[in-house]
């Protein structure tokens, strides 16, 4: 038996003037290409869970056409973005007799969605049930559903090693390992690792070293993002992994939050153990807008005016921030583009990322934003790409939030306001460096 891994490669972005835009930049055209070179970690990841005598290969695949059909079964991952263009490519697979499992974000987010597509769907973390798809599949009683959620969350104990070696040499330079899953926060728009289980867990120090290890004995000298949500939620698991990482002369970038700021000596661990960047979810520099977003403890809000000084002593320690900042949330006006404006200035950030809000099916803002009849379409999954838009904004139009985006986005990547950002943190580390 042979099994097709088959992951969706490629940015996607709907509005096409927006895309042709934003590649324009410089910076926006370099993040793309990085986007475009980075392999899906959860199927590598099932495929390690594959005993020897079932054959793994896998594949990144823009086009349908391209897709060979030597495979015996799919197993087939998708986000939402990518939902439609999945559930095409299943039914090439099944008009030929081959079966499809779809996992992944999405469908464990729109389950039922998804089970009209394909012949079975896994709901949750892959691990906990991918052993027993195989088992069924090879005696020929593949079951329509697998919720991995009733079995409790992935002991990441258990990690297996991911099968980095199916990945064709030349084409990665850039690979992920994944630290922790879940998030001990809440936010009401997160569709990432807490909708797959939402108990925060970290993976033993040693495990992630012995991955990072095992990418440099294949691929020599790799760049790793961390596919984390939030690398150092749990401080004492960041400084374990920091002191390991030191000796293995790694470059790296991750997402975390600015608690890392409060900790200069963990500030010192990572950029001795190659931090290269921390991108950060800010959302928004305002009160008023992160007012309730996260559900437990109203954290985000509660951190707004520690910003610009995390932003600093960070920056100070030689790691760049990458901040995040959501446009269109509830109370934003039209003056929320010159606010975003105006932090980035003020605070110097090496690099910034904007997106609009963006309802992912299945999040609490999804429901929420369905109640209030707010949604442009309950069924444009394509949208869901963290820049085109499908909800109504409360205090702004539609138009004006795409027009203030765009604008916002030419005004934030414009070669010029980059050059003078990253100038200002390479002299302010030179001037650190003279002081000492
Ligand atoms: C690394 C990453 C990428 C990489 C790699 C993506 C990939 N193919 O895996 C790149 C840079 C390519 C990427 C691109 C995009 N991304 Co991205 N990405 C991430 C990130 C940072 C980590 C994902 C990860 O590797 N997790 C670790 C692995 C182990 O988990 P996993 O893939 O979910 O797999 C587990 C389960 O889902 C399941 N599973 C997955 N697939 C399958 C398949 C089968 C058959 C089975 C049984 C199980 C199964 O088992 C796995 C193990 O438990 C997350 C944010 C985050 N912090 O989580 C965003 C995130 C996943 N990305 C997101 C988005 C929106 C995008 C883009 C659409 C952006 C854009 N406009 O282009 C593109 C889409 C690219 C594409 N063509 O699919 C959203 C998705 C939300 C959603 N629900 O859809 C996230 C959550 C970020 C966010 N801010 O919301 N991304």
New binding site residues.
């Given amino acids: 038996m042979n099994i097709g ?1 088959i ?7 709907v509005d096409a003037e927006l895309l042709q835009l934003g590649l324009s930049f410089p910076a926006v055209a370099r993040r793309a290409r ?13 495929a390690a869970m594959s005993p020897p005598h079932i054959g793994a290969e896998y594949l990144e695949v ?1 086009d349908i056409s391209e897709v060979p059909d030597r495979f015996d079964a ?10 439609k ?1 999945a559930y095409a490519m299943a039914a090439r697979f099944r008009e030929k007799g081959i079966p499809v ?9 729109a389950p039922d969605e998804a089970a009209r597509h394909v012949d ?1 769907v ?1 709901i ?4 906990p ?2 052993p027993e ?1 195989l088992r069924d599949l090879e005696r020929g009683d593949l079951q329509p559903r ?1 919720d ?1 959620r009733t079995r409790g969350p ?1 002991d990441l104990r258990q990690a297996p090693m ?1 099968r980095f070696d199916l990945l064709s040499p030349d084409r990665y330079p850039r690979f ?1 390992v ?1 630290t922790q ?1 879940g998030c001990p926060y809440a936010c009401e ?5 807490m ?2 289980s939402p108990v925060f867990r970290t993976k033993p120090a040693e495990k992630v070293l012995a991955e990072v290890r095992r990418l440099k004995d294949l691929f020599g000298r790799p760049f790793v ?1 961390f ?4 690398t150092f939620a749990d401080k004492r698991h960041g400084r374990a992994l920091m002191a390991g990482l030191a000796k293995e002369g790694l470059r790296w970038f991750t ?1 975390t939050d600015v608690s890392v700021a409060d900790d200069p000596d963990l500030l010192k661990a990572m950029r001795d153990s190659g931090c290269h960047q921390v991108l950060i ?1 800010f959302e928004s520099p305002r009160f008023a807008s992160l007012d309730g977003v996260e559900k437990k403890s109203n954290w985000k809000a509660r951190r707004t005016d520690r910003y610009l000084r995390a932003v600093e002593t960070i920056q100070s320690h030689g790691i760049t921030v990458n901040g995040c900042f959501i446009l269109g949330l509830d109370g934003d006006g039209t003056d929320s583009f010159e606010h975003v404006f105006r932090f980035v200035e003020e605070s110097g950030l090496y690099d910034v990322q904007v ?1 609009c809000l ?1 309802p ?4 609490p803002l999804w429901s929420r934003l369905s109640e209030e009849g707010r949604l442009l379409s309950a069924e444009a999954t394509e949208r ?5 838009i499908n909800f109504r904004p409360t205090d702004m139009s539609v138009d004006e939030l795409r027009n203030g985006f765009r604008e916002l986005t030419r005004r934030l990547y414009a070669p010029e306001f980059v050059e003078q950002r990253n100038r200002r943190f390479r002299e302010h580390l030179r001037a650190k460096v003279r002081s000492r």
């Fill in positions: 891994y992951a969706m490669s490629g940015l996607r972005l990085e986007i475009e070179a980075l392999p899906s970690l959860g199927l590598l990841t099932l823009r799919i197993a087939l991952s998708t986000l939402s973005a990518t939902a263009e499992i779809l996992g992944g974000l999405h469908a464990t987010l079975a896994v949750g973390e892959g691990e049930v991918w798809v697998y991995a992935f991911p992920t994944q899953r728009f997160c569709a990432a690792s909708r797959l993002e596919a984390d949500d939030n997402e979810g997106t963006t992912f099916p299945g999040t869901c790409t963290l820049f085109d």
